[in-house]
């Protein structure tokens, strides 16, 4: 497992660096990030042993079942699923630094409360339903900019970018019109130039469509299944706020 997870760990690097040539990008401008939804902590740690850094769960009961094992390796966590309002404190318990997923005004307006009651401030990104599915979460793109004005106003909220899940297709000219409407509503916000708020990050593009992604302007790929294997569950589980 551990020789595995390393050779798949190598080969997403070739293929980030790859795709970076091809759109003329330095390589060290797209960060990759583990998506560690299912994966067991043990295998976790073999990739933060062998060099990574940057994480996220997609589940507060994960985060919380696998942090006392990972705490021990330094590392970067970021949250990436539909959080609720009523596991903010568990997010900020268990060491999230950013929450890529912010989506509405509610969760904005409580998680910037929490916050000040901690004397903290954390990292967010936008998340932008650029697929208008409604199997999926996130702001519409329409109604984006009005949702980064309010958040700006958050003063424990730093708005560093954008994220998205673009469409799951096997067409990739399709996925690649959601990850470039998320990089014309970037372009948009910087036009503004709103105090407070930086475009700089741009989290798109996954296991089978990280090459899209990066040639759209993903600064962030968020990869699992092509490092750890696939998992027992379907992705459309992790958009479920119920489950």
Request: hydrophobic share 40%.
């Amino acid at each position: 497992m551990t020789e595995k997870i390393i050779e798949n760990m190598a080969t997403i690097k070739e293929r980030i660096s790859n795709a970076c040539r091809e759109s003329g990008r330095d390589p060290s401008t797209v960060k990759l990030l583990l998506a560690t939804k299912t994966v067991a902590a043990e295998c976790i740690k073999i990739a933060l042993q062998a060099g990574q850094t940057l994480i996220a769960e997609n589940k507060v009961q994960e985060l919380k079942e696998k942090y006392g094992i990972l705490q021990e390796i330094p590392h970067t966590s970021h949250f990436i699923g539909h959080l609720q309002t009523n596991k903010i404190k568990d997010i900020l318990k268990y060491g999230v630094s950013c929450l890529q997923s912010l989506d509405r005004f509610d969760l904005a307006e409580k998680l910037n409360r929490r916050l000040l009651a901690e004397n903290k401030t954390m990292d967010v990104l936008i998340q932008v339903n650029t697929s208008d599915e409604e199997s999926k979460f996130g702001i519409s793109p329409d109604k984006t900019v009005e949702l980064v004005k309010q958040v700006a106003n958050m003063e424990s909220l730093n708005i560093k970018g954008l994220m998205t899940i673009g469409l799951l297709s096997s067409e990739a000219e399709k996925t690649r019109r959601c990850f470039r409407l998320l990089r014309d509503i970037q372009q948009q916000l910087i036009a503004l130039a709103l105090p407070g708020v930086e475009m700089k990050e741009l989290s798109m593009g996954m296991s089978g469509d990280l090459e899209t992604a990066i040639g759209e302007g993903a600064t962030i790929v968020r990869v699992g299944t092509a490092i750890f294997g696939q998992r027992p569950t379907p992705d459309s589980y992790y958009w479920n706020e119920n489950k």
